[in-house]
C-alpha cells in the first residue's frame, strides 16, 4: 500500500440506475460541433473534417440533480449530449470493436461559460475556463448497455423553463459513437472509466439563476436540472 503525503483526492463516482454500484470515473472527453446545424450556428462548416476534442475534469461531473451557476460569466449556455462510458479501452481500437468497450450511456450537459470561452477563442488559446469549471456536466444515472442497447437514433432535446430550445436526432451525429471511441484510441490509451460527451444539436443559448432545463433523450428517460 502506497504512503501518500497527503490525502489522495476521493475517486469521482456517478450512480448506475437500478443498481447499488457506481461508476468510476478516469477522464472525460467532449467532442465538439458533432451535430451539422450547431457547427453552423457556431459559425463553422458543418462538413465531415477530422474530429476535435477537448476535456473536462472527472470531477466536473455533477450528478446532484442540479445545476449552480458558476462566477466570473454573465452568459453561461446549456448544451445537452449523451454521455458514453467505457467499461474497457486499448489503444487503436477498430471501429467494428468500438460498442463492446462501451459501458453504457446517460443524460448529460455540457455547461459553457460562452463569454469566457469566446474570449479565449479569440486569442487562440485553451478553452478549460469556459467549458472545465466546477460542477460544468450535470449528469444522470448510468443506463447500462444491457438495458438500453447501443441508442443509434431517436430524439434529443432540451427544453428550458417548458419551452424547447434544442431538438434533434441521436442519427444526426456527424461522427457516431463507435468512430469518437476509434479515433480518440489513436491518441490516448483509453481505459475503463472514461467518459465521451458526444457533441450537442443546434439551439444552444443562455440561462438564468431559476430556470429550470428539462433534458430528454431516447431510450435514456428525461431529468430536470434547475439552475441555483
Keep these: 500500500m502506497k504512503d501518500y503525503c497527503i490525502s489522495p483526492p476521493e475517486i469521482v463516482a456517478l450512480p448506475v440506475a437500478g443498481q447499488s454500484t457506481v461508476f468510476p470515473v478516469r477522464r472525460v472527453y ?92 479569440k486569442q487562440g488559446r485553451p478553452w478549460e475556463i469556459g467549458k472545465a469549471f466546477e460542477d460544468s456536466a450535470p449528469v444522470g444515472p448510468i443506463r447500462t448497455v444491457q438495458e438500453v442497447g447501443h441508442p443509434e437514433s431517436g430524439k434529443i432535446q432540451l427544453t428550458v423553463n417548458g419551452e424547447i430550445k434544442q431538438e434533434g436526432d441521436l442519427n444526426q451525429m456527424i461522427w457516431k459513437v463507435p468512430e469518437m471511441i476509434a479515433y480518440l484510441s489513436e491518441y490516448f490509451q483509453l481505459e475503463a472509466g472514461d467518459v465521451i460527451l458526444s457533441g450537442t444539436p443546434a439551439g444552444v443559448g443562455p440561462i438564468n439563476k431559476g430556470d429550470v432545463m428539462g433534458i430528454e433523450i431516447a431510450g435514456l428517460g428525461a431529468m430536470s436540472v434547475p439552475v441555483v
Design 30 to 121: 467532449c467532442i465538439g460541433r458533432n451535430y451539422a446545424a450547431h457547427a453552423i450556428e457556431m459559425g463553422h462548416d458543418p462538413d465531415r473534417e477530422p474530429p476535435f476534442f477537448f476535456q473536462k475534469n472527472p470531477n466536473n461531473l455533477d450528478p446532484s440533480g442540479e445545476f449552480k451557476y458558476p462566477a466570473k460569466s454573465n452568459d453561461v449556455h446549456y448544451e445537452v449530449e449523451m454521455a458514453v462510458m467505457l467499461k474497457s479501452g486499448g489503444k487503436n481500437i477498430a471501429i467494428q470493436d468500438a460498442l463492446n468497450h462501451v459501458y453504457g450511456y446517460a443524460l448529460s450537459l455540457d455547461m459553457t461559460r460562452r463569454d469566457l470561452q469566446a474570449e479565449q477563442k
